[in-house]
């Protein structure tokens, strides 16, 4: 005789309610439907349910262990053939069976806990230069989508004209269905396909989108990019998908190209560019120019700096929410390829001073 508390994972003498916490969990990652499936685990799984998910059953079993004969004396034991659609009651007790209550986690049902329909989703992408996606940008674009229909405001009814209760569900917006079988009774309840789950239907239909309440058509959204946004990242816009004529609108997602820059480059909330000064600048000092995203800036160049130093100008970076970051500058020494006479005699000399 079959442990049916060990299929279902518990201890001899588990409540109802960690029996039924435990066969949704089985049942879920071994239904035939599922990649995890195993069909003889499923029947065992949903025979040990069967039994334990009764109370009177529970309590012989309990009381009588492998002396139990599932059907309180009914010989054979378990039928799955019978569990899958003959009809009659199940020892005349009438054990409840509720499929969308079982099922309601992974996706066969779940009674008047039915999730609501989601328009579908939405992707675009938009290019940026390397400005834009430091400051930030609105960007206006049009996109064709479903959207609800402007000329009944989704309700799929003419103007002017009023809607009806739906014969098919009786305004209820859903359609309850009961069959008896050998376990008891069978109720799902799924969405009213004639009403879309409204309970109403129009009188007369939109002659621009047929009753549906949703039309194809254009539409200009107003995009914000965030300052400091980087290549790849997604923007999301809730409910700026496409419409659906009975549940909520999908989401718009925006992924970002960024352009990058010919001189500056970008490193978290820091950008840097490289900055080519002369060796007599080098010795001596200077001031130079630098372009930044914010218009040239000048600097100075103090005197003994080496190749590959950096020089920082502050708050002239990537924005963030603690301010800006800063704009690093790394000097690059060019040494002259070819020297005229005079200039060799004068490193002659400077050689000759130890330098």
């Known amino acids: 005789m079959k442990d049916y508390y060990e299929i279902l994972g518990l201890q001899k003498g588990a409540s109802r309610d960690e029996v039924k916490k435990a066969f949704r969990k089985m049942a879920a990652k071994y239904h035939p439907d599922k990649k995890t499936g195993d069909e003889e685990k499923y029947k065992e799984v949903t025979e040990a349910y069967a039994v334990l998910g009764d109370e009177k059953k529970k309590a012989e079993y309990d009381t009588y262990g492998h002396a139990f004969n599932n059907a309180g004396g009914g010989g054979g034991g378990f039928n799955w053939q ?3 659609g003959a009809q009659g009651g199940f020892g005349g007790q009438g054990f409840e069976f509720d499929l969308n209550d079982i099922f309601e986690n992974f996706g066969f049902g779940g009674g008047n806990r039915q999730q609501a329909q989601r328009g579908r989703d ?3 992408d938009i290019n940026l230069n390397f400005q834009e996606s430091i400051f930030g940008v609105t960007r206006k674009l049009l996109i064709t989508k479903n959207n609800t229909c402007i000329q009944c405001d989704g309700t799929g009814a003419k103007k002017g004209t009023s809607m009806d209760n739906c014969s098919t569900c009786s305004g209820n917006g859903k359609i309850r269905e009961t069959r008896q079988s050998i376990m008891g ?3 799902t309840v799924r969405e009213c396909n004639t009403c879309h789950g409204k309970g109403k239907v129009p009188k007369e239909r939109c002659g621009h989108c047929a009753g549906a309440g949703v039309a194809r058509s254009e539409e200009e959204i107003s995009i ?7 290549n790849g990242e997604v923007i999301r816009m809730t409910g700026r998908g496409e ?5 909520q609108p999908g989401d718009l997602y925006i992924k970002v190209h960024v352009e990058p820059h010919k001189t500056i480059r970008r490193e ?3 950008l840097s560019t490289k900055l080519p000064i002369k060796l007599t600048d080098a010795l001596l000092g200077a001031l130079y120019t630098v372009e930044t995203l914010d218009g040239n800036t000048e600097i100075r160049i103090p005197a003994g700096i080496t190749h590959g130093e950096l020089i920082r100008i502050k708050e002239k970076g990537v924005p963030t929410d603690r301010g800006r970051g800063d704009f690093m500058v790394k000097v690059s020494i060019e040494t002259p390829k070819k020297l005229s006479r005079a200039a060799q005699k004068l490193v002659e000399q400077l050689k000759e001073e130890g330098i």
């Open 243 to 247: 419409a659906t004529p009975s549940g």
């Open 82 to 84: 019978d569990f899958q």
């Open 268 to 270: 978290g909330s820091t």
């Open 185 to 187: 009774s069978f109720t």
């Open 224 to 230: 914000k990019v965030p300052a400091g946004i980087n």
């Open 122 to 124: 939405v992707s675009i």
